[in-house]
């Protein structure tokens, strides 16, 4: 945390867009799963500025070197003086000079605008702690691992387990929201009606000739990033068309990508062999359920769906009222063609996604004044399309002028960011983006994610999307279920409806065995093609009219229909509910949380960099360690009555009773994030250290376990504790 | 609970086998997930005795029924007079009385045995319950439904996420159990380690002519079952061949059942078409890794081999010592032939496991000593195989008498029998069954299953194994990593070690080109081979010694190799360690709760029978509901009140504003679990129900929360507020 801006500089707010999106729920083109359009390459004028000038720069030197040496070289074939061909020489030399000194400038400007080296060393020396310290594991490592997939080792998995358990503090319990439990594997047919089946693939090509497969967009990426990075004799022209792909990268169609990476002449990065054109893979891993064979099922892409097809039951149980929300923690599976990017992109994932349906003409919130108050980064389409940053805007502000769509959406963004800043994401580095035009599905009436920045770049960690009716109205129709609510009106509503009524004696008469399709087709007309046939028959009499169950056109005569608008008494509405969906990318949330917390500080002796996760308490694996500062039994048996108090008191915590230096065990519980350690160093009282600023206060032994309960619940903060308790100051406590 | 007895006849805990086991851990022979040995059956005399001798006197009174019928025609024939003939049918017809008397006391012999009415009564009762309140939905329901998969709707959901941080409480945080959370996506390669691939089948036939497949045993178990229940008329002599094939059916190979299946003339239950012959279908489900199609992957049938393949790093984080335990809650997935009997035998289901490593040397636990004095029912293998009943054994006699292998067997079992009489399973209706020897894997030192009595039989709902060394050891095989643990003598010892020393010289002027498979055969003896090679070459000088790698005998003489037994100092001991594992089919377990929970009780008006589910408020899904006697604003604000405090305790509640009788609000909320509910009736203070007494107290407005959150998280029992709270008696309480 401290030591980020030592590794980070300070300019990568708008970086090169190192992060691949993973739309956590997909919009018509991004269910896809593809990458982000690189707005902030795009869109960074200040540092595009000084390095399209010193590439335009270097190109002049370079000729100017080739015009002197060419000089040099006809002075001497004219056997010039010595004297005159030392001077051209010695220019040439002062040119070479100045190119070198550009190119350096050059290699300076691109990799303090890319910041890649700070960033990479920073989270490697994030990952080894994590590695080290088994938070996370690759997965079945003894058998050579599998891409993309992870364990989460102890202390992980309690991260894990107290991020999900402060989400359903926060949300489910919170908004009494109903929580459901669905399964992972899931039949074809509730995923051919979400448009997963169809459509939820990235491009690929293969190696054609050992068939390795790789993501087109990856290669093409590579391509641009490594030559705007390395190439530094590009023309400013070339470097300009290169940001241009990377920007338009997610736009492209499989012909548009082929088409690039055929005239770039990319090929098989680790053979060099020649590339398949790009298609479709579909990122669903797929199984057959049942012994026949003949269920065709997948693993859910996202826990959406299973909350769909439960509105039915969900509403019910709700008493037919809404707003209400359901919400789902599990996991989600996405074989991805080639996972890069560590904990970021991986082929099973946790989610935890809400589902909060409301009424399309009332997306009010009765708590919206909750949050209205917020104020927080926020980075709507307007500044994106314009090249600006994010900037702070209060919530009510932003609701109130339209930047966010509805109140309710507003709440929403305003608990996920009280969410992830209570968790410990730095709100500094914490920022809301509304999708462009281009990203949003076309029946989406909003969205915006909260992205997190990291190593990787600004990483989306939730979505937030109002769907409208979209989800509910794809499962009725594929389903022939109605998913729908009713609103019961106090009294009956008066409403004017279309009445066509065809006579059908006369359409007998004229057409027949067809009478039947010309009825229904009459009958089948919206309000404005009936009026303009009803406009028509009065003024003509007789008009062409298509009747598609036939085929052709039959002629219609005036005394054939009566067309008209009557009152008629309504009891309820009927509709479908919109759907606004908060999803979160646990595992992504964590990884950030990790890199936000994340510091390094020097040892006592000043020999060596110490490594801290500053977690807060909600966060940490471990809440408490427990040490007898020296191996003694007496101290290790009160030791082992305060883990015992502990434990009643339901907080984790670790006892160690070896022998090595209390410093050293410290530094080993920073390490896990473990915000309180008690040392027993009489049999009286003992020390209380809190982690980061390391200070220590004396405790009665009986007191210790309740004092850290306290303060590890969040029910007395550490200042409060430290003014109450006498402070220990010893100078072995951090050797 | 208090009207199980009503459903189910008190004689049903020998009643026939209803259940199938699904052996949570597989041993050699039950990784074919299949039906345990119906030793209930068999081995109840006292129940079959009188079956016996009514199928018996029922065929004798057949046999004089047809006899007296022949005689009567007889009559009839010979002009007989007819008050003889008169006579003879006065007699038939009462023979005719008898036996349909006996047929009426064998039908209730087997409907008494089989308890089947009674018990299928009350499992409708509970599910009726279940599904109208959303414990659980039959996934994709709109879409028709998949057999095997269901979803956890809100309560059901709640009540889950309960048990699981229960369990996390009581094992992991209480045992500082090493917690790991793996995918559920697993290459191949692992589960041909541990046996799946090859081993993890069930034996299925297929209708011949519509492909619909079966489980061979449950056709021939279905097939036994309706014989012996509906057919009156088979002989005592076929009834006990019927039995006997029922308590085989585990033990059956494939051809065998295919025998049984034809000479029983067992076809298609759904058309009546003939059966393939029986073949094993692997019961994972299977999918791809990676675009590629070339890494076959599975989900994982059990959680266990994520922490197996884990073993060095957890060791290594654990300080290299032990014992300790790694755990591991997620998804598992079996891919069942044809699901039944609902929520217990599914196609996804969470387990909860845990790997307890332990030097196989020293099996003791240091905290025996407190699950020591626990009694309970146990069924140890020789009562079942002698017919008799489990009965309570105290824990430290179990281990004391070698009932139960070892100390932390036993201990895993005390604090497992703690675990599900906590959650409220009866501890009546709960046994520890230990495996019979034909139950269990070779390898295994001994296995007892945690069974609860449902209205399906006795299920097993956890498994406690002592596996040995087996999984570690066939993973080190597999992976070629070692997965062992180091014990460092505190001083080096003496040990004496087989020294086996080929004289190359010798070897190689004997067998040239082949010294190098000769020496290596050599070095290659065990300790009793080597010395028995010894003693042949000491007396005979020359011995025929077979050579592997050359597929035939070689003749080795006296001087070509040295045998003998050398002293060495050791400085460690390298081991496999064994394993413990507890295994939790958490689904399994919250069935049988609801089941164990369930009882109705008469309405008011005594007009209907109201549900109520007794959880424990550990358990119960919503702990709390807040109402306002009348629909009245400032009952209404002050409901709202209580509601905010009890979300800032955490306390998950209900709060109803409806206008409903407030009798059938808490009938509503009885259904549902809910231990409490506080009913807004003045401004000033407010009433507090307990669920099972519907006793209430009547407290401070201000308290009301607090109280609450006292008796919900166990600080103070109900029985402790009655005494402190004045009682609060209302006529309309119970409307």
New interface residues.
């Given amino acids: 945390m401290r030591t980020l801006s030592a590794f980070i500089s300070s300019s990568t707010s708008f970086g090169p867009c190192f992060f691949h999106r993973l739309t956590l729920r997909h919009s018509h083109k991004t269910l896809t799963s593809s990458l982000a359009p690189c707005f902030r390459r795009q869109f960074t004028p200040t540092m595009a500025a000084p390095e399209d000038s010193l590439r335009k720069a270097l190109a002049d030197k370079q000729s100017e070197v080739e015009n002197q040496g060419n000089q040099v070289r006809s002075l001497k074939a004219g056997k010039a003086a010595k004297s005159e061909i030392d001077a051209a020489i010695e220019a040439l030399n002062a040119l070479k000079l100045q190119k070198a000194s550009i190119e350096k400038d050059l290699q300076a400007t691109l990799s303090s605008a890319d910041g890649s080296v700070n960033r990479e060393a920073f989270r490697q020396a994030v990952s080894n702690t994590l590695e080290r310290?088994?938070f996370y594991?690759k997965?079945?490592?003894?058998?050579g691992g599998?891409?993309g997939?992870?364990?989460?080792?102890?202390p992980?998995?309690?991260v894990?387990?107290n991020v999900l358990?402060f989400w359903?503090?926060h949300f489910v319990?919170?908004e009494?929201m109903?929580?459901?439990?669905?399964?992972?594997?899931?039949?074809e047919?509730?995923l051919k009606a979400s448009g997963h089946v169809e459509k939820f693939t990235d491009l690929?090509v293969k190696d054609e000739e050992t068939?390795?497969?790789y993501r087109a967009d990856h290669l093409l990426k590579d391509f641009c990033n490594d030559k705007l990075q390395k190439d530094l004799n590009i023309a400013a022209e070339k470097a300009k068309e290169l940001k241009h792909v990377l920007a338009m990268l997610d736009d492209f169609s499989a012909e548009e990508l082929g088409a690039k990476i055929k005239e770039y002449g990319i090929v098989s990065p680790d053979t060099k062999n020649p590339l398949s054109d790009p298609y479709p893979?579909n990122l669903m891993?797929?199984?057959?359920?049942?012994?026949?064979g003949l269920?065709p099922?997948y693993?859910r892409p996202e826990t959406a769906q299973?909350i769909f097809?439960?509105f039915?039951?969900?509403y019910y149980?709700n008493?037919n009222k809404l707003p209400f929300a359901?919400a789902q923690i599990g996991?989600a599976?996405r074989?991805e063609?080639?996972p890069r990017q560590g904990l970021l992109r991986v082929?099973?994932f946790t989610l935890a996604e809400i589902e909060h349906f409301v009424d399309p003409e009332d997306k009010s919130h009765p708590k919206f004044s909750e949050v209205a108050e917020l104020e927080f980064l926020m980075f709507p389409r307007e500044l994106q399309t314009s090249g600006k940053s994010a900037k702070a805007i209060r919530l009510d502000e932003a609701v109130a002028k339209g930047i966010v769509n509805n109140q309710t959406l507003g709440y929403f963004i305003g608990r996920v960011y009280l969410f992830l800043t209570r968790l410990g994401i730095d709100k500094k580095r914490l920022r809301f983006r509304q999708h462009l035009a281009n990203e949003m599905a076309h029946y989406a009436a909003d969205c915006w994610d909260a992205e997190i920045e990291s190593s990787y770049g600004w990483i989306e960690c939730v979505g937030i999307a109002d769907r409208s009716a979209y989800d509910l109205r794809a499962?009725s129709e594929?389903?022939g279920?109605a998913?729908v609510a009713h609103e019961k009106f106090p009294e009956p509503r008066e409403v004017e409806v279309l009445v066509i009524s065809p006579v059908k004696k006369e359409i007998g008469l004229a057409f027949k065995g067809s009478q039947k399709n010309v009825v229904e087709a009459l009958e089948s007309m919206k309000e404005k093609e009936a009026f303009a046939l009803k406009a028509d028959l009065e003024s003509k009499g007789e008009v062409d009219f298509y009747v598609c169950t036939l085929g052709k056109n039959v002629s219609i005569k005036k005394n054939m229909v009566k067309i008209s608008k009557e009152k008629k008494k309504e009891h309820q509405r009927v509709f479908t509910p919109s759907v606004i969906e908060p999803s979160f990318g646990i595992g992504r949330i964590i990884y950030c949380l990790y890199e936000h917390s994340y510091y390094t500080r020097a040892s006592k002796a000043g020999n060596e960099q110490l490594n801290v996760f500053a977690f807060p308490s909600i966060v940490a694996p471990i809440k408490c360690t427990v040490f007898p500062l020296v191996q003694n039994q007496k101290y290790e048996d009160i030791a082992k009555d305060i883990s015992k108090s502990l434990?009643v008191a339901?907080i984790?915590h670790?006892i160690d009773i070896?022998g090595t230096s209390i410093g050293k065990r410290y530094a080993r519980t920073d390490e896990l994030g473990v915000p309180f350690a008690i040392t027993v160093d009489t049999t009286s009282s003992v020390t209380i250290r809190e982690r980061d600023s390391k200070d220590q206060i004396r405790v009665d032994v009986k007191e210790a376990a309740s004092v850290v309960k306290e303060v590890t619940e969040g029910l007395r903060s550490w200042a409060d504790v430290w003014a109450a308790f006498p402070h220990h100051s010893s100078a072995s406590a951090d050797e």
């Fill in positions: 310290r088994l594991i997965s079945f490592n003894i058998y599998v891409a997939l992870y364990d989460y080792g102890p992980g998995c309690a894990k387990s358990a359903r503090q319990l919170e009494n109903l929580e459901v439990d669905c399964p992972c594997v899931t039949p047919v509730v690929m068939g390795t497969c893979f891993f797929q199984t057959s359920i049942g012994p026949s269920i099922g693993l299973g097809v439960n039915k039951d969900l149980y008493g359901a996991q599976f074989n063609i080639s082929r099973e499962h594929k389903s279920e998913l434990t339901g984790s670790k070896t």
